[in-house]
């Protein structure tokens, strides 16, 4: 009885079944008490096998998104923001503008959400089964001019175009140089109409020549993002400062 244990340990660990092999004693034991079948057990084993797979895809879609902070729907407080329509966000959870390959805009002074929603949107994506990368414009630039450095730059532009979803935040934050911001012309150009992004910025698009040069390019990039786009327009004041107040006035 031994011995058949251990080449069934041996053949489930071949097989990668963890799942079957942390649960089959425990289902056994269950199974020989309410005498279930041969069916019933296999079922029961293959389910926990299968939800244990997903949950894990779902941790490997969130690490792989590299989001900076855990930040979910839960925890927004859509009151303190009523230039943010709820319903609107909510129905971007069902993450039908990742299926239509459209974009999201949200566009506000600092400390109104925006990066907290987009990475909340995000990591629902990343349950849903899509692939996500989350990364500053900044960083996004830097990346690409490395990997232009490097001769990568095809290579990181198809790892770019595998995601589902990528999120810019913080665009207009920080000036970049010309080949830095052509650089991500390149990528929301290579994007369009094939995958989703969402941008966070303070910039109004008037403003978006600071960012991109000239107004030919501004103009390039903001016609193929907001193209086929939800825009998140956020008023109002800054969570931090609002919360800063309400404290020091307690
Ligand atoms: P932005 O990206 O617009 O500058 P953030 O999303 O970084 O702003 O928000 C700043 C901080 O305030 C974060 O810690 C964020 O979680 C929090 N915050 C902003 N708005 C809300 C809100 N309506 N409910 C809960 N937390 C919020
Ligand atoms: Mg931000």
Known sequence: M?????????????????????????????CSETDCSYEEFLSILAEEEVNQRAER????????????????????????QPSIKKQQILQLTQCDFIEQNSNVIFLGPPGTGKTHLSIALGHV??????????DTAAG???????????????????????????????LGYIPFDR???????QLVAARYERGSIIVTTNLPFSEWT?????????????????????????????????????????
């Not at 839960?74 to 009151?79: L, R």
């Not at 501004?218 to 969570?239: K, L």
């Open 125 to 134: 994506a990343c349950i849903k089964g899509y692939r996500v990368y989350f």
């Open 2 to 30: 031994r011995d058949k244990n251990l080449v069934l340990l041996k053949h489930l660990k071949t097989l990668r079944l963890p799942a079957f092999l942390a649960n089959y004693p425990r289902v056994a034991t269950q």
């Open 179 to 185: 080949t830095g911001t052509d650089l991500l012309f």
């Open 140 to 170: 996004l630039i830097n990346s690409l001019l490395e990997a232009k450095k490097q001769l990568l730059l095809s290579k990181k532009m198809k790892q770019l175009l595998r995601v589902d979803l990528v999120i810019c935040d913080e």
């Open 210 to 250: 600071r960012v991109f040069h000239d107004s030919a390019t501004a103009a390039a990039v903001i016609d193929r993002i907001i193209h086929h786009s939800v825009i998140i327009q956020i008023t109002g004041q800054s969570y931090r400062l609002a919360h800063k107040a309400a404290e020091t006035t307690k």
């Open 57 to 80: 895809a779902i941790y490997r879609r969130i690490k792989a998104a590299r989001f900076p902070l855990q930040k979910t729907l839960e925890t927004f407080d859509f009151a303190a």
